[in-house]
């Protein structure tokens, strides 16, 4: 009876370590990491590279989904405006690949910034048209003030 049991307990051992439940962690956990249940970037150099993040046809799709109506409109569901290098930055609620861009020929009226974690997959982002603006993705009052602030440095910088 004990052998039997013993032999139970190795198999159910050797059942959870092929699925994956009892491997150790090949790379280091994000910051604010807690779950397995996390989405985590492919590719490990994507990790390091926000512009291959910013490509990723994952983030794209879902960033497509958040627009609905709106990303008919090509500089915003394809962003194909004119943007600087997307480059991580910490916010008040973690660290976040910021993505700045703009309707071409009309960068100071219409323009964007939004904050991806590829760690879980969010995306906040602030859309700033002629006629007002609009958050994208339900950012909670921290991450909405970030991505005000983080618009004001990207489009309205002040002079020195």
């Given at each position: 009876m004990r052998s039997l049991r013993r032999l139970l307990l190795?198999?159910?051992?050797?059942?959870?370590?092929?699925t994956g439940w009892a491997r150790e962690p090949s790379e280091p956990a994000a910051p604010g990491h807690t779950g397995s249940d996390q989405a985590e970037p492919q590719r490990p150099a994507a990790r390091k590279d926000p512009a291959a993040l910013i490509a990723d046809q994952r983030f794209r799709r879902n960033w497509r989904l958040l627009l609905g109506a709106h990303a008919s409109e090509p500089w915003l569901g394809e962003m194909n405006g004119p943007a600087r290098a997307p480059r991580w930055v910490n916010t008040s609620s973690g660290r976040f690949v910021l993505h700045a861009f703009c309707q071409p020929h009309g960068c100071h009226d219409n323009n964007v910034v939004l904050l991806y974690n590829p760690y879980d997959g969010r995306i906040h982002g602030l859309v700033h048209r002629a006629g007002g603006a609009m958050l994208i993705g339900n950012p909670p009052p921290e991450v909405a003030l970030d991505l005000q602030r983080l618009w004001l440095k990207e489009w309205r910088p002040q002079p020195r």
């Open positions: 190795v198999g159910a051992w050797g059942v959870l370590a092929s």
